[in-house]
């Protein structure tokens, strides 16, 4: 009797948290329903100043960077995308292979994306960025690879020079925290062109 007083207890307790626990999940389904037509009906008035949408563009540059592992300077390639809103801000992703001039065949891939922030100005674009990726670091005379977090602010400035194209420039501070011997760091200047897709 007492076995199965005990069972009758866990049973009801069981069933209450499975019901406290459906309360909880359709309370905050009825919330996050509550929020969204509450955001919709906000948002249906737009200021005039406001043009609303979004910009989509893509591009290719060539990079020199100093490497703190060892002092290299190495020579590369990096390609981006980037998704602006007319409010200023956006989204920016980002690869960049630094393969060249290594006599001691070191190189560093990275592979990242953040938010950036963008300005206006007449024919110039300035904005600011802040990257989080991974890396690809591949040690000297191919020795060892290794792949760590990196972390890249940075910023730069576009000149439209045609309606589709502009010209870019663009420097980085790449943060790699986790490397295996330490904190390393690597800086660098690239330039390029970026086509305006929409």
Sequence with gaps: MNCSYQSGIVSRG??????????????????????????????????????????LSAGAMGSGYEVEYGQQKLLGIAGFVDVDT???????GEVRFLMFHNPDQLETRT????????????????????LVGFGQFTFPYDLAHGNYLVIAPGGGVDYRWKRRISFRGDIEYQIWPQFT?????SYGVSAGIRYHIR
């Design 14 to 55: 069981k069933l209450g948290r499975h019901l406290l626990g459906r309360s909880v999940v359709f309370l905050a389904v009825l919330l996050a329903l509550s929020l969204m037509l509450t955001r919709t009906a906000s948002s249906q008035v737009v200021y005039s100043g406001d043009k609303g949408g979004f910009s």
């Design 86 to 92: 007319s409010r200023r801000f956006g989204a920016e």
């Design 181 to 185: 011997y330490g904190s390393m760091n």
């Design 111 to 130: 592979y990242m994306g953040g938010p950036r922030y963008h300005y206006s100005m007449g024919k110039f674009q300035f904005y600011g960025k802040g």
